[in-house]
């Protein structure tokens, strides 16, 4: 178990610096396999098309919070075409 673990958070660890270099913010700083970005309302629609994830929170100023979660099923490459697909959008 600890081993899956460690899997599921290093790959959020690159989920997270990925979506930081794009230049979005956080809503908290999540350890754990975990995360929730803050993306523009027409990011979070286009992204929704091809990802599931939870809607966390509606924000001011046209933002949502969303919660984005890595496991032991996720692998890299799942990662890294997040990331393809947000750097698009962005």
Same mark, same amino acid.
């Given at each position: 178990?600890?081993?899956?673990?460690?899997?599921?958070?290093?790959?959020?660890?690159?989920?997270?610096?990925?979506?930081?270099?794009? *230049?979005?913010?956080?809503?908290? =700083?999540?350890?754990?396999?975990?995360?929730?970005?803050?993306?523009?309302?027409?990011?979070?629609?286009?992204?929704?098309?091809?990802?599931?994830?939870?809607? =966390?929170?509606?924000?001011? *100023?046209?933002?949502?919070?969303?919660?984005?979660?890595?496991?032991?099923?996720?692998?890299?490459?799942?990662? =890294?075409?997040?990331?393809?697909?947000?750097?698009?959008?962005?």
């Amino acid at each position: 178990y600890l081993d899956l673990a460690r899997h599921a958070n290093a790959l959020a660890a690159s989920l997270r610096e990925g979506i930081a270099h794009l *230049g979005y913010a956080f809503a908290y =700083d999540s350890p754990s396999n975990q995360l929730f970005p803050i993306f523009p309302n027409s990011i979070v629609e286009a992204l929704s098309q091809s990802y599931r994830f939870t809607i =966390d929170a509606p924000l001011d *100023g046209g933002y949502t919070r969303v919660r984005l979660v890595v496991s032991w099923a996720t692998r890299q490459e799942d990662v =890294d075409q997040f990331l393809k697909d947000l750097s698009k959008l962005s």
